[in-house]
Nanobody, 124 residues
Framework: QVQLVESGGGLVQSGDSLRLACEAS????????MAWFRQAPGKEREFVAR????????????YYADSVKGRFSVSKDNAKNAVYLQMNRLKDEDTAVYLCAADFAASESQYDYWGQGTQVTVSS
């Protein structure tokens, strides 16, 4: 059973930084992309960032929602089968539950697995 576990959420002030982590288990599961989504109360889930890799995980591409470009950065740790979301210059509107999703390498579909989410609250 593949599991994604997010961590790193919390309560911060506007302008602060926060780093989220998402680890996939078992570590041997072969994934070829991981992404972050977020869902604020009363709103639909929205895409935040994605990192996709190939060529033995040495080549990768990143994608960002316009609302977070220049502020958020997604990275990966191959050894831990984990991804991170570095969030800088946080704004009130970044408040949401942040969820991690992953693409199984043998699947043609996206986001085969989802985590439970971690709460990020930004206060002004």
């Amino acid at each position: 059973q593949v599991q994604l576990v997010e961590s790193g959420g919390g309560l911060v002030q506007s302008g602060d930084s926060l780093r989220l982590a998402c680890e996939a288990s078992p570590r041997t599961v072969r994934l070829n992309a991981m992404a972050w989504f977020r869902q604020a109360p009363g709103k639909e889930r929205e895409f935040v960032a994605r990192i996709a890799w190939s060529g033995g995980r040495t080549y990768y591409r990143t994608y960002y929602a316009d609302s977070v470009k220049g502020r958020f950065s997604v990275s990966k740790d191959n050894a831990k089968n984990a991804v991170y979301l570095q969030m800088n210059r946080l704004k009130d509107e970044d408040t949401a539950v942040y969820l991690c999703a992953a693409d199984f390498a043998a699947s043609e579909s996206q986001y085969d697995y989802w985590g439970q989410g971690t709460q990020v609250t930004v206060s002004s």
